[in-house]
């Protein structure tokens, strides 16, 4: 099982970027998936998640209303669109497969992680 997370890069404050996280080896539309940071010095943190269906999802209070989170089950992959993004939106962001059909956004709830992309934002 492995989870591929791609799309970061540098922007500028203000700016917009598309995360992927494309899943192989197995199917994990059953699964809710999530996308978590972690910033140098700092405790990885939840950021978004999203049920097996797509139709709930959950945010951290710092990212809602910038920050939308989907998915295509036919493509295995979930994404991250981030707009409006700040200096302290800089990290590694990790996606994550839930053992569960449902996750609030507790790191408990994932099983699966890829390897991290970094998001630098610029003021």
């Known amino acids: 099982v492995q989870l591929q997370a791609s799309g970061g890069g540098l922007v500028q404050a203000g700016g917009s970027l598309r995360l992927s996280c494309a899943a192989s080896g197995r199917r994990f539309s059953n699964n809710a998936m999530g996308w978590f940071r972690q910033a140098p010095g700092k405790e990885r943190e939840f950021v978004a998640a999203?049920?097996?269906?797509?139709?709930?999802?959950n945010y951290a209070d710092s990212v809602k209303g910038r920050f939308t989170i989907s998915r295509d089950n036919a493509k295995n992959t979930v994404y991250l669109q981030m707009n409006g993004l700040k200096p302290e939106d800089t990290a590694i962001y990790y996606c994550?497969?839930?053992?569960?059909?449902?996750?609030?956004?507790?790191?408990?709830?994932?099983?699966?992680w890829g390897q991290g992309t970094l998001v630098t934002v610029s003021s």
């Open positions: 999203i049920s097996w269906s797509g139709g709930v999802t």
């Open positions: 994550a497969a839930a053992r569960r059909s449902y996750s609030s956004g507790s790191e408990g709830d994932f099983g699966s």
